[in-house]
Nanobody, 123 residues
Framework: QVTLVESGGGLVQVGGSMRLSCAAS????????VGWFRQAPGKEREFVAA????????YYADSVKGRFTISRDNAKNTVYLQMNSLKPEDTAVYYC????????????????WGQGTQVTVSS
């Protein structure tokens, strides 16, 4: 029902900025919460940020709070993750995921996943 495609990843210097995009299909996109998750080499996938269907509720992991901003444009079926002051520990594959209505921090709650986009922060 929902297809997600991430874009915007790549190589960035420490302290730099990058904006990831998650483009979704379907006219019901505005009824879905969207989360960003990441997986670094040798580590478990972890929660990064999430946003409610309307965009009025946003949630962040402590590790990115104050540096990352999640937003959405339902008219464009797109969710963004603005990443500032990037650190080497932000290096990971970043995934967007969607679930109906309620934003949560648990990857097990999300039904639809993109393929991921690599973000590499060089030191």
């Amino acid at each position: 029902q929902v297809t997600l495609v991430e874009s915007g990843g790549g190589l960035v210097q420490v302290g730099g900025s990058m904006r990831l995009s998650c483009a979704a299909s379907g006219r019901s996109f505005s009824a879905y919460a969207v989360g960003w998750f990441r997986q670094a080499p040798g580590k478990e996938r972890e929660f990064v940020a999430a946003i409610s269907p309307s965009g009025s509720g946003t949630y962040y992991a402590d590790s990115v709070k104050g540096r990352f901003t999640i937003s959405r444009d339902n008219a464009k079926n797109t969710v963004y993750l603005q990443m500032n002051s990037l650190k080497p520990e932000d290096t990971a594959v970043y995934y967007c995921a969607a679930r109906f209505f309620t934003a949560t921090m648990s990857q097990n709650d999300y039904n639809y996943w993109g393929q991921g986009t690599q973000v590499t922060v060089s030191s």
